[in-house]
T-cell receptor, first 114, second 113 residues
């Protein structure tokens, strides 16, 4: 149990385009989902926290208009990178949480912006 | 906000030896401390966790200790094996509605056969 999927697993796009990443909890309902960004050989940096039906809470330094987060249901959250640029290239990982503390991570999405 | 520091950044041990990774946190309100193992290009996997009302927890070759007063917690891996080679992250969580988790910078563990 407690499986989280992400789609796509990797994406290559041109600079200026928008990219949507989906995060789904497959066998449980997630009250909270988190979005992280991980650069090569670095730690997971929390970007935002999203709760179903409410606006996401963004961490300091993360532009909410650039990284749009929608948490439409208890099993789906989406992250849209708008007007992507090469510096947005990274590994984006989501995680899902129920009422307890444990986070279940998705497999990640590798984004390359040319 | 919470800040988690992790040491060392790289650790190389001989197979069979023990490995210790140490972390400190800044916010005394943090009350949940998970440890994750991440292999190259894969998702972080929870390997052990400890809550603030417990000082030590063990699961086979892995143990975690917590000193709330000093705001220190450590991961101990005994009888290391080559398959233990990975990046290990400590984290500290605070309940704010859900649980907000801040990760340490990670420790790259190499276990030499």
């Amino acid at each position: 149990g407690a499986v989280v999927s992400q789609h796509p697993s990797w994406v290559i796009c041109k600079s200026g385009t928008s990219v949507k990443i989906e995060c789904r909890s497959l066998d449980f309902q997630a009250t909270t989902m988190f979005w992280y960004r991980q650069f090569p050989k670095q730690s997971l940096m929390l970007m935002a926290t999203s709760n179903e039906g409410s606006k996401a809470t963004y961490e300091q330094g993360v532009e909410k208009d650039k990284f749009l987060i929608n948490h439409a249901s208890l099993t789906l959250s989406t992250l849209t990178v708008t007007s992507a640029h090469p510096e947005d290239s990274s590994f984006y990982i989501c995680s899902a949480q129920t009422s307890g503390e444990t986070q279940y991570f998705g497999p990640g999405t590798r984004l390359l912006v040319l | 906000g919470e800040n988690v520091e992790q040491h060392p950044s790289t650790l190389s041990v001989q197979e069979g030896d023990s490995a210790v990774i140490k972390c400190t946190y800044s916010d005394s309100a943090s009350n949940y401390f998970p440890w994750y193992k991440q292999e190259l290009g894969k998702r972080p996997q929870l390997i052990i966790d400890i809550r603030s009302n417990v000082g030590e927890k063990k699961d086979q070759r892995i143990a975690v200790t917590l000193n709330k007063t000093a705001k220190h917690f450590s991961l101990h891996i005994t009888e290391t094996q080559p398959e233990d080679s990975a990046v290990y992250f400590c984290a500290a969580s605070i309940r704010t509605g859900g649980f907000k988790t801040i990760f340490g910078a990670g420790t790259r563990l190499f276990v030499k056969a």
